[in-house]
């Protein structure tokens, strides 16, 4: 995997690009089998990339090149001379320092857009860890989101804040909608690579809710967009892989518009997840 620097001298890879050394120890990824692909005989590999990311220097965009065993030769994986382009690094989910509760289910309905300041009545032995859950009996009770949003010291935010959405209501009825503030919280997350970090509660219903998280400065917004939440409290924390500088690799380099999403800070520095898959 290869990838541009978003900032410095080597910005957009003016001078050389970065990149990952192989991967090889790529899974059967058995979560993207459906009867189609069955039927037609193809199999799915997935590749991961866990690459330290320099939160001064950031990434602007990414891409792969692989190299077939069987004869084929060398693929490069660019979406069509394009790259996959991060968005923006300013504001960012940190789902490892979030997490989620069960509490006894209230009587309030499901566009309840109550904040943890006015639910203070919330009694601690009736709450419990929780990392997932089956549909069934899980929506008798409510689930308390505690929610961590790192945003970069230099952007000075007037707002931040995030938009929820769960379809996955008791019933499917009505869906849950709400939008919550969020306050700075330096002494429970000092600030760190750069990076402060906000914090808030939602109280949801659901069992699939999802996140747009928003952070506002003067007359720019900027947004990370249908963030879930599904793996709280057991996101999955991998090592990063080795990483090498490479000089004259920027001919490679793609450049356009299409956007893909930065993955989210971790407790010491940011990090980012590429996921590939192929066809086989």
């Given at each position: 995997?290869?990838?541009?620097?978003?900032?410095?001298?080597?910005?957009?890879?003016?001078?050389?690009?970065?990149?990952?050394?192989?991967?090889?120890?790529?899974?059967?990824?058995?979560?993207?089998i459906?009867?189609?692909?069955s039927?037609?005989?193809?199999?799915?590999?997935?590749y991961?990339?866990?690459?330290?990311?320099?939160?001064?220097?950031?990434?602007?965009?990414?891409?792969?090149?692989?190299?077939?065993?069987?004869?084929k030769?060398?693929?490069?994986?660019?979406?069509?001379?394009?790259?996959?382009?991060?968005?923006?690094?300013?504001?960012?989910?940190?789902?490892?320092?979030?997490?989620?509760?069960?509490?006894?289910?209230?009587?309030?309905?499901?566009?309840?857009?109550?904040?943890?300041?006015?639910?203070?009545?919330?009694?601690?032995?009736?709450?419990?860890?929780?990392?997932?859950?089956?549909?069934?009996?899980?929506?008798?009770?409510?689930?308390?989101?505690?929610?961590?949003?790192?945003?970069?010291?230099?952007?000075?935010p007037?707002?931040?804040?995030?938009?929820?959405?769960?379809?996955?209501?008791?019933?499917?009825?009505t869906?849950?909608?709400?939008?919550?503030?969020?306050?700075?919280?330096?002494?429970?997350?000092?600030?760190?690579?750069?990076?402060?970090?906000?914090?808030g509660?939602?109280?949801?219903?659901?069992?699939?809710?999802?996140?747009?998280?928003?952070?506002?400065?003067?007359?720019?917004?900027?947004?990370?967009?249908?963030?879930?939440?599904?793996?709280?409290?057991?996101?999955?924390?991998?090592?990063?892989?080795?990483v090498?500088m490479?000089?004259?690799?920027?001919?490679?380099a793609?450049?356009?518009?299409?956007?893909?999403?930065?993955?989210?800070?971790?407790?010491?520095?940011?990090?980012?997840?590429?996921?590939?898959?192929?066809?086989?």
């Amino acid at each position: 995997m290869y990838w541009c620097a978003a900032y410095g001298s080597d910005k957009n890879c003016a001078n050389r690009a970065f990149s990952s050394l192989p991967a090889s120890n790529l899974t059967d990824d058995s979560s993207s089998i459906s009867p189609v692909t069955s039927s037609l005989g193809y199999t799915f590999a997935r590749y991961e990339f866990v690459v330290p990311i320099d939160p001064t220097v950031s990434i602007s965009k990414f891409w792969f090149e692989v190299d077939d065993k069987n004869g084929k030769g060398v693929t490069k994986h660019n979406n069509g001379g394009k790259g996959y382009v991060v968005d923006q690094d300013s504001v960012l989910f940190a789902p490892m320092l979030s997490h989620v509760n069960y509490v006894a289910k209230t009587n309030t309905t499901s566009n309840d857009t109550t904040t943890s300041h006015q639910r203070r009545s919330l009694h601690h032995e009736s709450l419990y860890r929780r990392g997932g859950g089956p549909l069934g009996p899980a929506f008798a009770q409510d689930k308390v989101f505690s929610l961590v949003v790192a945003v970069k010291s230099s952007f000075s935010p007037s707002r931040v804040y995030l938009d929820a959405t769960d379809v996955a209501t008791p019933n499917f009825t009505t869906p849950f909608s709400a939008t919550v503030d969020l306050a700075l919280n330096s002494s429970s997350y000092p600030t760190m690579s750069g990076y402060n970090f906000y914090y808030g509660r939602v109280t949801s219903p659901g069992m699939q809710m999802t996140i747009d998280v928003h952070a506002v400065s003067g007359q720019q917004t900027l947004t990370q967009s249908f963030m879930q939440t599904l793996l709280l409290d057991n996101a999955p924390l991998l090592d990063p892989t080795n990483v090498t500088m490479v000089n004259g690799k920027t001919s490679g380099a793609p450049v356009g518009v299409r956007h893909m999403k930065i993955g989210a800070v971790g407790t010491s520095i940011t990090g980012l997840l590429g996921a590939f898959l192929l066809l086989g």
